[in-house]
């Protein structure tokens, strides 16, 4: 089997044991979560615009979630939905992932479906200024495309295990994702606390989504 076959293969493979883990955040899946146990999905916090969001399933199945947890500072939230049997992610180590490591994106499409691509890791233990401004360490640079939507998906290795959570595009070609680590196992089985008006209206203002957004509740 040449080079090229392998990593078609690795690709399907990939999509059809990580891909119904996979949702869309919003309506026109304006990010994407991943489902990591029952009843809960994980994504990125800048894709929320208040305390109820729609979430859409890989099988087109869309369903409201209520947000459980916020981290505007990590760049985090957790959402409780009901998530119908979709199988949960397993969980590797994000930290033992090195340059020139192979990951896999995987985000939602509009309408349901995912899509899955192909990198390597470039960089590691990088930083970027999370929604809240605060610094936001240890994030893994990588190659593989991401489209519009696909924050807060999947970033997984050769095994379809869950190393990361993509975040946002650096540059041409470039993209960072938070480790799956122990802060982000916290996060999801101790969901931090919903933010208060102030620190929402306060993040939105900065980021250019409008106060009234927080008053929406079908997004």
Known sequence: ??????????????????????????????????????G???TNAHNLRGDEVTVTFADGRRTRGTVAGWDGDGDLA???????????LEWADGASLTVGSAVFGAGASHGGGTRVTFGLVSAVARAFRGPGGRKIDGSVEHTAPLAPGSSGGALLDANGKLVGLNTNRIGEGFYLALPADADTETALDNPPALPDLAELEALFAATGVPVTALQITET
């Open 1 to 38: 089997m040449s080079v090229i076959e392998e990593l078609q293969t690795a690709v399907a493979s990939i999509a059809e044991r990580a891909g119904p883990s996979i949702v869309g955040i919003g309506r026109g899946t304006r990010g994407s979560g991943v489902v990591l146990a029952s």
């Open 40 to 42: 809960k999905v994980l």
């Open 78 to 88: 957790v959402i409780d939905v009901d998530t119908a049997g979709a199988t949960p």
